[in-house]
Every structure is written in structure tokens, then in C-alpha cells.
């Protein structure tokens, strides 16, 4: 069962109020995860914490001291708005004087790649900040790869740990096909779900964003305390409208974006006639590394990090999600359903949630290129005879536009799982129910 029943009744959220919360998160940015952190942030302050955000680094060259990887970090980052910002990273400065550290340094040499991952928060000295704080009253670390930052700062502090999940990594790992750090070896997903296991079983409470994953933990751990808490989106929308004509896919620069996009563009797009399409996001590295050819065909449509993605998603015919791979929730799938817009996607795009996604009227879903090539000429078609007018009939019709999309079904149940309120209440009931519990 649900930890969090029951929430109108039993909230203690005064116990949070003045409170100092250390949310402890990867030096993202520009993806899906980096808005969770941000709406963490914002819900905390909602119930009157203040807010230490403590960025770590998540590559061996992600230290403190590499001045040029946190400039462009905090560029990204300027609207998550807190108390107090830190950072850190991988140090190998500091294991000339921490024999401790040296030690597991050379045990991750042939870990596991889960464990390694681990271990760069390991090799991560706290940083300066924290002693400055005097006080840390609870401690929402995001990814169980943070947790052995997150455990000094318990030890340090006393404070109850709260570890949000996003997904099964090693589930992650073995669909990247990734290498361990040191060796080059592939590791196997049972060996990286062990040490991943053992991390997260050292948390006091456990928050999960997708369905999925949620029973996956809660049967791995059945004593321990686990909520199913659906990440909140943000209701943003832009004021000009222009409805230009193009096709929009938003994605970040990880391993299954790229075959999702790679896919798109070499078998989706030749069957679409003259149609136009923007892709945002810095997904535009990833094809460009892993596939120069098909990038330099397509270059024109990369548009890269944009300021105000509510203009683009606003603006555009519909959303394509031709997701092919991924585990756990997609943030960016949850972004395009608030924006009320016409979404094609793949059934794999709506993984994560217990919903009847065929029975939305905005959604439609295929899962084979000519399927989907099909949906987007119709939604094309369709667009081309109802803006073949002129002036006021014109400005009329953006307006039905912008109507039929405040209304469409995906934003209203967007807004019923998705909303901030339904966020903070169960967020405020877990965070008083540990900080109550320290107290006593």
C-alpha cells in the first residue's frame, strides 16, 4: 500500500515550516529530471522551508574544481531559485589527504558500473556550505547513486534521508549498454540491481515517479516505506501564437532519445510529404556524435536549448513523442500532454502511468513508422483546411485553437495527476512525517 493515504486528514505540514531541507540532486539541466528538482524546490519553499540545493557531479571530470563544467551549469540553471546553492563533485585532489577515501577509490576500480556510479558521490566532498548551514532538518536526495553523500550529511546532521527514485538505473545502464568506468566490461543487470538495491535500502522513505517502478521497489523492499509520487509540471504557456506550421519534438541529449529521434528522421520523415519539423533540446550532440551523417542531413531542424519552449510547444501543429526505448516515466511526455496540444506518439511514450491513453481524444498512438507517418499527414491535412483563411476569420480561428487546447483531455488529466497542489500535499506529508518523527 501507498505510504501516503489519507492525506487531507493527516498532513502534519506545520512541522516543516523554518525547517532546512538539503535536497541533494545531479548538476542536470535542460532535461526532464532538472524540473523535478526544480518543482522539489519550489514545494518545500510552499511550505515554508528554506532550501539547500546541493548540485553533484556525475562524471569522473565533474569536480569542484573544473571552473568551466559549473559555470555553464549554474547559465542553466539560473531559475532554480533556493536558499542556498552548492556543488560539488569527484575529487582527486582530496585523496591525497583522506585515507578513507583512497581505500574506496581502489575498490571501485572493479566494482560493478552501478557501484562506480555510486562512488563518485563517494569521492564528492561535502561541501563548505553545509557546515555553514548550522542546521539540516531533512535531506531528499534524488538518485540512489547520491546516497553516500546523502548518508555523511545524515550522520552529520541527524537528519531522516528521503531518496526519490526516477526509475530502476541499472535498468537504465544495461539498456545504454553501459561500460564499467575503469575495466570496459559489461556488467550484468542482477550484479548492478544488487549494489543499486543496497543503497536505496539505506534511505528512510522512498518516493517513486512512475507506476512501474513503484511496485518493482515496493516487491524488492516490501519493509520499507515507498509513495508513488508523480512528478509536477509547471502550466506555462506564451502570449504571441503563430501556429507556423511545423511539427515539434522536444528531447535531451541521452541514449534512447537518440534512437527515438534516429528513428523518426530515417524512417518516419520520408513517408511525410512536406512536412516541417523542429526539434529543440540538446539531443542535437548526441545524433551529431553517434550519427554525423544523419545529422548533417537534418541539421536544420536541430534548433538546440531554447529560451521559451512554452512558444514552441504553443505553436506547434502537434508533439511527436516517437519514443522506442526508455524505462519509467517521461517527463517530456508529461510536459506535451499540460500543453493541451495534439500529440502523436508511441505506446511506449505513455509508459508509466495506469491510464487509457486511446481514450483521449488529443492522443493518438501508432507504433510502426507507417502508422505513425500516417497520423502525422492526416494531422497536417487536417491543419492546412482549417487556417486557409485571411484577417479576422483567421484570428478567430487561433482562438478556437487556443480554446480547444486550454480544454483538451490531456491537459485536464495532466492537471489532475500532474498538478503542483497534488504534488505538494503528498511531498509536505512525507517531509512532516520524517521531521516529526526525528523530533520524537
Keep these: 500500500m501507498d505510504s501516503a493515504v489519507g492525506l487531507a486528514t493527516e498532513n502534519p505540514v506545520d512541522s516543516i515550516e523554518g525547517k532546512v531541507v538539503a535536497i541533494i ?47 555553464s551549469y549554474y547559465h542553466h540553471t539560473g531559475d532554480l531559485v533556493v536558499d542556498w546553492r552548492a556543488h560539488t563533485g569527484p575529487s582527486r585532489y582530496s585523496l591525497i589527504f583522506d585515507s578513507e577515501r583512497r581505500r574506496i577509490a581502489r575498490e571501485l576500480i572493479e566494482a560493478d558500473y552501478a557501484r562506480q556510479m555510486a562512488g563518485l558521490a563517494d569521492l564528492s566532498p561535502v561541501p563548505p556550505l553545509v557546515d555553514q548551514l548550522g542546521q539540516i532538518d531533512l535531506i531528499h536526495c534524488n538518485h540512489y547513486f ?17 531518496l526519490e527514485t526516477h ?22 543487470f542482477g550484479t548492478m540491481l544488487q549494489s543499486e538495491l543496497q543503497f536505496v535500502e539505506q534511505a528512510d ?17 516490501p519493509e520499507m516505506r515507498h509513495t508513488l509520487l508523480y512528478p509536477a509540471m509547471f502550466d506555462e504557456t506564451s502570449e504571441d ?75 506547434a ?24 496540444a495534439p500529440l502523436i506518439g508511441t505506446s511506449l511514450a505513455f509508459r508509466g502511468m495506469d491510464i487509457d491513453f486511446n481514450s483521449i481524444s488529443n492522443i493518438t498512438l501508432a507504433d510502426t513508422e507507417e502508422g505513425f507517418a500516417a497520423l502525422i499527414n492526416a494531422a497536417r491535412t487536417k491543419a492546412l483546411e482549417e ?40 511531498l509536505s506529508y512525507i517531509a512532516g512525517q520524517l521531521v516529526t518523527q526525528r523530533a520524537s
Design 25 to 71: 540532486h545531479p548538476a542536470w539541466h535542460s532535461c526532464g529530471s532538472y524540473q523535478v528538482f526544480r518543482a522539489q524546490s519550489l514545494a518545500y519553499q510552499a511550505m515554508g522551508a528554506r532550501v539547500a540545493a546541493i548540485a553533484v557531479g556525475t562524471t569522473l571530470d565533474q569536480g569542484s574544481r573544473n571552473k568551466r563544467f559549473w559555470e
Design 146 to 162: 547520491n546516497m553516500p553523500l546523502a548518508m555523511r550529511l545524515k550522520q552529520q546532521f541527524n537528519a531522516p534521508v528521503l
Design 167 to 188: 526509475d530502476v538505473q541499472s535498468r537504465q545502464y544495461q539498456l545504454r549498454d553501459a561500460k564499467s568506468l575503469f575495466r570496459k566490461r559489461h556488467d550484468n
Design 205 to 221: 522513505w522512498l518516493a517513486h515517479i512512475n507506476i512501474e517502478e513503484s511496485e518493482f521497489f515496493k516487491q524488492k523492499l
Design 241 to 315: 501564437e503563430d501556429h507556423a506550421g511545423y511539427f515539434l519534438i522536444v528531447a535531451s541529449g541521452n541514449y534512447p532519445n537518440y534512437e527515438s529521434v534516429a528513428w523518426f528522421l530515417r524512417r518516419v520523415l520520408p513517408l511525410c510529404a512536406g512536412v516541417k519539423v523542429k526539434i529543440i533540446g540538446n539531443i542535437d550532440y548526441e545524433v551529431k556524435t553517434r550519427q554525423p551523417s544523419l545529422y548533417e542531413c537534418h541539421k536544420a531542424k536541430f534548433l538546440g536549448r531554447v529560451d521559451n519552449l512554452a512558444w514552441f510547444y504553443d505553436n
Design 317 to 340: 501543429l502537434a508533439v511527436l513523442l516517437p519514443t522506442r526505448s526508455g524505462h519509467g516515466l517521461s517527463i517530456k511526455t508529461i510536459e506535451a500532454m499540460a500543453t493541451g
Design 387 to 426: 487556417t486557409i483563411v485571411e484577417g479576422d476569420e483567421k484570428v478567430a480561428k487561433l482562438k478556437l485553437v487556443k480554446k480547444a487546447r486550454s480544454s483538451a483531455d490531456s491537459r485536464q488529466l495532466a492537471k489532475r495527476l500532474f498538478s503542483f497542489q497534488s504534488y505538494l500535499e503528498k
